[in-house]
């Protein structure tokens, strides 16, 4: 900050203020293990062998993957210049475009659905405990049923998901420094699991050949296509979030190139490798047990060995909770915490978003491929594509690139519009969002599909990009008018 003055101290902070030129020491290779990290997780091979399960082939379930993470890291890049070039995050980019108070609204939509994704993080840590418990206590799998049958919830399973969700909520307490040689573990253990795992799929299976010869399930073009939209929607989604908050990480870039380059030289193609890896593994199952089991978990509690069982399940945990904690939990607690800095600190952000993981029942979303692509996926990409949208066209279009930054701390500044809040954002937000909702109320058969225009429940299967170009243009023709 250069003007004292202008500061308001409810829009600054020591967090949000601009990291200074000297401090900005992320180079290339930053970037490209950032995204090799970030990649290398359980739901990552969950989309790819989710792919293989709803009817595509090898090579069609990595192109698509390919494509959406080649299409998310155009807006990565474009939003990761702010934060590159002025050394702002991401809640304090968004003031320019939504205004000072407005920007809490982009912000709580990327923290909802960071939570979301905290939620299923949680139930696959949980999960590989229940796994790895009921190799030795067979009894864990007849536990008498105490949740109603619409929750879709067993009594074994839900128990060591609570027990992992209290272990989450102890290392909020604890404070996120106590994570960090959980994520060595991690660096080191996933990337060897996954080629372990490989090894197996190849021997098991009798060679790649076999492998790779599963027929896709679709019979006609017109099958695939139906398919493959949405696919690839739901692949761009898988990264929406970070397409927008990337400034809270390029904000310590030591230059555009290394920022621009990492991202591409790390994020499609580490997440094409490790998908490959699902894929494989996700097509050999089909040869070994005569059916496509997509959940790695489920796949790793076939293991004749309990020790193998007992230690790859405890690797899972471990692994899983330090990517729950480093991804899904700083990021809205802070955003949490942003709201009302003198009633919410971080660890009391943590908490509420453990509690609205719970809420979104994380075990229906990814209780089969289609639950996890098509109202997971999808849906939340619907509210994070506007977003995108008016992000780029408020910094390329209308501000050419050029921020003050002073004022973005300011409450009577330029960014201060009506109140804080920039009508026309609110505006082209909601433009961007409404035509999608038809779709998903019809996918969750919350209306019925003979109710609403085909094309218009279609529009839900191309969700982001529906979103990210309707605001886009929205936004831009208001702003230019204003």
Partial sequence: MTDQSKKSSSLYSEDLAPVPPEKRTWNTWNYTALWISMSLCIPTYMLASSLIEGGMNWWEAILTIFIGNTIVLLPMILNGHAGAKYGIPFPVFARASFGVRGANIPAMLRAIVACGWFGIQTWIGGFALYQMFRVWFPALENLPQIFPASFGLQTGPAITFFLFWLLNMYVVYLGVESIKKLLVFKAFFLPLAALALLFWAISAGHGLGPILAQPSKFHTNAEFWNYFFPGLTGMVGFWATLSLNIPDFTRYAKSQRAQITGQAIGLPPSMTLFSFIGVVVTSATFIIYGKTIWDPLVLAG?????????????????????????????????????????????????????IIGILIFPWKLIADPNGYIFTWLIAYSSLLGPVGGILIADYYFIRKQKLDVDDLYSATGQYSYGKGFNKFAMIALLSGILPNVPGFLTTIKVMDVGTVYPWIAHLYNYAWFTGFFVSFFVYYLSMRKK
């Fill in 302 to 354: 076939k293991f004749e060995s309990k020790f193998l069982v007992s230690i790859a399940m405890i690797a899972v945990a471990i692994s899983t909770l330090a990517t729950n904690i480093a991804a899904n939990i700083v990021s809205p607690a802070n955003d949490f915490a942003n709201l009302s800095p003198s009633k919410i600190n971080f660890r009391m952000g943590g908490y509420i978003t453990g």
